[in-house]
């Protein structure tokens, strides 16, 4: 049997060759098409991710521009040393007597004030605009007293002796609940009488939730010095500080009043006293700094005792009177009660010259006749100006809002944002 003759034909040497180059030429092709696609989607990439970086950037210097005006109240302070990354620019214009201010001061209680802020991230750049209301608000830290609850000023002692007309109340007041006729207190303060007295609902302190999420060193023991108890708080900074093992009783804290010892609480910095249950002093309360003029201030954030005096939900009480050259601070979720109870004779005088009081409730007991109770809250004094902003920025205090007690408030609607 003869073999078939396997020679190609004619026309047909090297077709499988040529196939092969056309193979090869069609994936190079497509392997260039895929990679030039790939630069472009990454370049396209790259400018979205640089489109929204500078957006966020401008949405960033908005905030920044609102912090500027609240805390300077000038028009110019929003382009005044910009310090956010990628922000180029920063304007706010307010419509003022019929034409448009960008460098004056801004009006509160004027015309809305708009905000425009541009970002630039290498080639992209973002612009951010809205229309602001400008108006002041209430904060509770810059009040004498605010109360979710009331105000109670007592007229008589339990021994049926007279205390009226002996607190003096400067300073703004912030009552969440009036009673219906306000006179019920009013009437027993000695003149003049307080004027700022907003009625507006309040929130009642963020206690508990403070206290789960700050914690404080133990302090030593009070000293006894001949008629006084001394304790001692602070380092010169900012220092939060438990209550003592020693000093905390079961199931209140009470300092030991059975030597009838009046307290001294020396202070250095800004010492913030944590008591979970609640704060008793007997006897009269003096606070003093050690640190010289407006280097020191005092804190007392306490829970509700649930055993105290004869309201169970009572945090913090000075029975004995309070006298304070230096700034403090009381806050409680329960009742603050500062009263002249224990010194049959009335005893002396009694001051704090800068004082905030933010509680459910406050209640006031007076000296008897011939002495008094002076409360004060400086405005912009060095609660409002120092301390304050401070321990807000900080995250020390509760139930912050604006410090400045300036805000600016988006109109819905006007919010807008463009690549120009």
């Known amino acids: 049997m003869t073999a078939p003759d396997r020679s190609p034909r004619p ?3 090297g077709f499988v060759l040529i196939g092969v180059v ?5 994936l190079t092709i497509i392997g260039i098409s895929l990679f030039s696609l790939s630069s472009y989607e990454a370049q396209f990439f790259q400018r979205s991710l640089d489109g929204e970086q500078a ?3 401008a949405a960033g210097g908005i905030e920044r521009a609102k912090f500027a005006l609240a805390r300077d109240s000038l028009l110019s302070s929003v382009k005044e040393n910009l ?8 304007t706010a214009i307010q419509m003022q007597g019929g034409l448009p201010d960008s460098t004056g001061p801004v009006q509160w209680q004027g015309e809305d004030v708009t905000l425009r802020v541009t970002a630039r991230v290498n080639q992209e750049r973002r612009t951010v605009e809205g229309r602001f209301w400008p108006h002041l608000t209430r904060e509770v830290y810059s009040q004498l007293i605010a109360t979710s609850g009331g105000i109670h000023v007592m007229p008589f002692a339990p021994d049926g ?6 607190i003096y109340l400067t300073g703004p007041i912030w009552q969440g609940t009036m009673p219906p006729d306000p006179s019920d207190w009013l009437s027993v303060l000695h003149h003049p009488l307080p004027s700022n007295i907003s009625t507006e609902p309040l929130a009642l302190p963020a206690v508990a939730q403070y206290l789960s ?12 010095i001949g008629l006084w108890w001394r304790y001692r708080l602070g380092a010169g900074a900012v220092d939060l500080f438990s209550t003592p093992s020693s000093m905390t009783g079961d199931p209140d804290f009470s300092l030991d009043d059975s030597q009838h010892l009046c307290v001294k609480l020396e202070v250095t910095g800004c010492a913030i006293w944590l008591m979970s249950r609640g704060i008793r002093f007997e006897q009269k309360v003096t606070v003093v700094g050690t640190s010289g003029p407006g280097s020191d201030c005092l804190i007392i954030v306490a829970g509700k005792s649930g055993t105290f005096h004869d309201d ?3 945090g913090i009480l000075f029975l004995g009177g309070l006298e304070s050259g230096v700034p403090v601070i009381l806050i409680s979720d329960g009742g603050v009660y500062i009263q002249d109870m224990t010194d049959p004779s009335g005893g002396p005088s009694s001051s704090v010259q800068d004082l905030t009081v933010y509680a459910r409730d406050v209640v006031l007991t007076g000296p008897r006749l011939g002495a008094e109770l002076s409360l004060t809250h400086v405005q912009g004094g060095s609660l409002d100006t120092y301390w304050v902003p401070l321990l807000a920025d900080g995250g020390y205090l509760p139930n912050v809002t604006s410090t400045s007690g300036r805000e600016l408030t ?11």
């Open 55 to 57: 957006f966020q950037s």
């Open 213 to 224: 999420s700050h914690s404080g060193s133990p302090s030593g023991d009070p000293e006894g």
């Open 11 to 13: 026309g047909e040497a």
């Open 161 to 166: 002796s007279d205390r009226r007309f002996t």
């Open 410 to 420: 988006l109109r819905p609607g006007t919010w807008h944002a463009s690549d120009r």
């Open 83 to 90: 310090p956010l990354e990628n922000v180029t620019a920063a």
């Open 22 to 26: 056309i193979f090869v030429l069609a």
């Open 312 to 314: 169970p939900d009572a």
